[in-house]
């Protein structure tokens, strides 16, 4: 495979999908098995096991439902499932990222979670004239 590369398009997949390292963690535990349901107490206790508070899992479960990455069954199971080949690229891509630059892909995510924070808090910064 060759060197991850950061581009713009990774990058915002990551700010809208990957607020936080434990939801690339979910999302690669959830791809690792593609063709399996998963209960959701059981995704909850594997995340507990990685150190994720159950109320953040469940907020990480509703943004990649909400982001197409996930399908959820009539009995309220879930299975990995990327809306569109463009986004399962994307998926791959943080897959490899995880596994051959994990500190590089940290750093991105805590830095984009960090430059969203600052720009909600900015909107609100009152100006003086």
Request: aromatic letters at 8%; hydrophobic letters at 45%.
């Amino acid at each position: 495979m060759e060197d991850i590369d950061f581009s713009d398009e990774f990058c915002e997949f990551i700010q809208t999908c990957v607020p936080a390292v434990h939801a690339a963690e979910m999302l690669l535990l959830l791809r690792s098995r593609p063709q399996d349901w998963w209960d959701v107490p059981d995704v909850l206790q594997r995340m507990r096991a990685a150190g994720m508070a159950e109320p953040e899992a469940l907020r990480h479960l509703e943004l990649l439902q909400a982001r197409g990455l996930l399908a959820v069954g009539p009995d309220k199971r879930i299975q990995f499932r990327p809306a569109d080949e463009r986004t399962a690229a994307l998926v791959e891509k943080l897959a490899q990222a995880y596994t051959e630059r994990p500190v590089t892909l940290f750093r991105v995510i805590y830095a984009l979670r960090d430059t969203r924070v600052r720009s909600f808090a900015e909107a609100f910064r009152l100006r003086r004239k």
